[in-house]
């Protein structure tokens, strides 16, 4: 079995909201490059509590065996990914 490393890449915003609304984006564009990425799992913290972890996405599973790809803190039905306006 291969081992599988993660990358811990720290990014400062100035707020959680800003915070997490980067590392979507982040987790976004970086799944575009590569199947590896795993959005579902990606937090963010403060930088001297970084045992503190806010989620990002909300994952929750969906039918057919997909995630949810909203923000953790969506009101609207869980989905696949952002309906469009």
Do not use: K, N
């Amino acid at each position: 079995m291969s081992v599988r490393w993660v990358i811990h890449l720290p990014i400062t915003a100035p707020d959680l909201l800003r915070a997490r609304i980067f590392a979507r984006t982040a987790a976004r564009v970086l799944v575009r490059l590569s199947a590896r990425v795993e959005p579902g799992g990606v937090t963010v913290s403060a930088e001297d509590q970084q045992g503190v972890r806010h989620w990002v996405f909300c994952d929750r599973p969906l039918p057919g065996g997909a995630r949810c790809a909203l923000p953790v803190d969506h009101l609207a039905p869980c989905a696949r990914r952002l309906r469009q306006p």
